[in-house]
């Protein structure tokens, strides 16, 4: 029986876990579950995995949910906040956490988690990007073990041999080919991207996601954040790594060979398939995921992607190349301008700006500790705020 925590267990990554989980009472059972503040959610959720913890946001959400629980009958500890998430992540009590928080928020407990040598099923790409050789250090000092559920670093992850280790050159690898779909405005008139919605930018053509994520798809920073990712957890130089648009999103990302051969990992969009893959690793088990019909699909579309029309991908790969704390500030500024796109305090194509004065205005220094890399979290956090202060009056 493995123990799982699922940091982040109210939203879309969240709930496709549970779903697979529900589908295998036998093998998993859930010890803890955490909400920002859906605790309505969150409570239908208590009720039906009768997890032993449950961890909110704040004070108040903790006791809305403890008169929900009560209401149920149930016997779930509830607590709230961030020494509480990284309990959950940590505790002797759970094998597996799934870290599904979205944003730097998930930095806290996912840390935590490495450095109780747990089982780490990664779909929080912001803590990688934000302290990459950091959280790896961890990794690797407590024998914790990552597996990536981003679908695309999963599809790497599955298409790389066994004996890989993190040594890509001796493992023969050219290439390391991340797929992207191109998001809702891949081939809309740039000049009109100034003026799209937020609920426009969240129409994903092929998945359903949480609305930060889906807003990062739109301006191609999911894919800039990916790149980061990918260096990272298969210590892979940027100069290796290539995005290939792929509007079907049936190619999950491929690694190019030495020899001329390429290797691929295909199904239909839908994260259940990475998640299962994880959490079972390296066995198999069924997610609820339709076989693949190839043939009702017909045919994968493969392009170039356009720096100019995602200016987001290019400030990526820079921030990368720049390295220590430059990805961290990138991210984070990338975090407010969303918010406040989402929020309709800026456009569509202020994102980019603010993340480009951001970056060019704040220093970047060596990401030495946990403590630099937060600090350097919060200047750009104030800095981006300012910015998007001038933009909206
Ligand atoms: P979501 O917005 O649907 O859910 C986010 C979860 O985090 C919720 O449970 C919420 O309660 C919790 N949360 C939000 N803010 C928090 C805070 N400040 N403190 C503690 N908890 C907080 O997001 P999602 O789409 O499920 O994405 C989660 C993560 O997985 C992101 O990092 C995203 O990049 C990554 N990811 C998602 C997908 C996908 O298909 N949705 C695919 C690949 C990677
Ligand atoms: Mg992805």
């Known amino acids: 029986m493995q123990r799982i925590t699922i940091l982040g267990a109210t939203g879309s990554i969240g709930v496709s876990t549970l779903d697979v989980l529900a589908r295998h009472p036998d093998q998993y059972q859930v010890y803890a579950l955490s909400a920002h503040s859906k605790v309505e959610e969150l409570a239908e959720q208590c009720a039906r995995f009768r997890p032993a913890r449950a961890v909110v946001g704040s004070a108040d959400a903790a006791a809305r949910l403890t008169v929900l629980l009560r209401e149920r009958d149930l016997r779930t500890q509830v607590e709230h906040g961030e020494a509480a998430l990284c309990s959950i992540a940590a505790s002797a009590d759970t094998d597996t956490v799934m870290a599904a928080i979205v944003g730097a928020a998930g930095l806290a407990p996912t840390l935590a988690a490495a450095r109780a040598g747990k089982k780490i099923l990664l779909a929080n790409k912001e803590a990688l990007v934000m302290s990459g050789q950091l959280f790896m250090d961890a990794v690797h000092e407590h024998g914790a073990t990552l597996l990536p559920i981003d679908s695309e670093h999963n599809a790497i992850f599955q298409s790389l041999p066994q004996s890989y280790a993190r040594q890509p050159g001796a493992a023969g690898v050219a290439k390391i080919l991340l797929t992207a779909s191109g998001g809702p405005f891949l081939n809309r008139a740039v000049e009109t991207l100034e003026h799209v919605t937020p609920d426009e930018a969240c129409k994903h053509p092929n998945w359903v996601m949480g609305r930060k994520i889906s807003v990062d798809s739109a301006t191609m920073m999911n894919k800039g954040l990916e790149v980061i990712e990918a260096h990272w957890l298969f210590g892979a130089p940027a100069a290796l790594i290539e995005v290939v648009i792929h509007p079907q999103s049936v190619i999950h990302s491929m690694v190019s060979y030495v020899d001329g051969s390429v290797i691929a990992e295909l199904g239909n969009p839908d994260m259940r398939t990475p998640i299962a893959n994880a959490l079972a690793f390296p066995e198999r088990i069924e997610s609820g995921v339709a076989q693949l019909d190839l043939t009702s699909i017909g ?53 980019d700006r603010v993340i480009a004065r951001v970056m060019h205005e704040n220093p970047h220094e060596a990401a030495s500790s946990i403590g630099a890399v937060m600090a350097c979290d919060a200047r750009a956090r104030a800095a981006a705020g300012s910015i998007v202060a001038g933009l909206a009056r």
């Open 299 to 351: 045919t994968l579309q493969f392009y170039k992607p356009d720096f100019a029309r995602f200016p987001c991908l290019a400030l990526a790969f820079e921030s990368l190349e720049a390295g220590g704390t430059a990805p961290a500030l990138l991210n984070a500024a990338n975090e407010v301008a969303v918010q406040a796109f989402l929020e309709r305090r800026i456009g569509f194509r202020d994102i």
